[in-house]
């Protein structure tokens, strides 16, 4: 996946456990997260929990070979952001996700600043 995208657009940080993301998004809240449902140390469902719970909405897109409808309902109940299945053109469908997160973020923080400025 960090192949897939352009890293003059983003800044990619890649962990491979759910503890090293936690970790990682305790320390920046902010970031959109690319999350697979398979981890070593733990449930990517129950990763997705902790991160809301962190920062409630954040733009988390979970990536999985797991094309299974139960596991995307639970994934989208838990709050993620997208949900987008392993395939051929995978990096198109995650630059595009990424693409609309980042725009309603951006479209969130600016209407966030015009409400304190009122």
């Given at each position: 996946?960090?192949?897939?995208?352009?890293?003059?657009?983003?800044?990619?940080?890649?962990?491979?456990?759910?503890?090293?993301?936690?970790?990682?998004?305790?320390?920046?809240?902010?970031?959109?997260?690319?999350?697979?449902?398979?981890?070593?140390?733990?449930?990517?469902?129950?990763?997705?929990?902790?991160?809301?719970?962190?920062?409630?909405?954040?733009?988390?897109?979970v990536v999985t070979a797991r094309?299974?409808?139960?596991?995307?309902?639970?994934?989208?109940?838990?709050?993620?952001?997208?949900?987008?299945?392993?395939?051929?053109?995978?990096?198109?469908?995650?630059?595009?996700?990424?693409?609309?997160?980042?725009?309603?973020?951006?479209?969130?923080?600016?209407?966030?600043?015009?409400?304190?400025?009122?």
């Amino acid at each position: 996946m960090r192949r897939a995208l352009d890293p003059a657009q983003w800044i990619v940080e890649h962990v491979t456990r759910g503890s090293a993301a936690i970790q990682s998004f305790t320390q920046d809240p902010f970031q959109i997260v690319l999350l697979d449902l398979t981890l070593p140390d733990m449930d990517g469902l129950s990763v997705l929990r902790q991160l809301e719970r962190i920062q409630p909405g954040c733009a988390v897109i979970v990536v999985t070979a797991r094309e299974e409808v139960p596991v995307t309902v639970a994934a989208m109940q838990e709050g993620a952001w997208d949900y987008v299945v392993k395939g051929d053109d995978l990096g198109v469908r995650i630059r595009d996700s990424l693409e609309r997160a980042w725009a309603k973020r951006m479209s969130d923080a600016e209407a966030a600043l015009i409400e304190q400025t009122k």
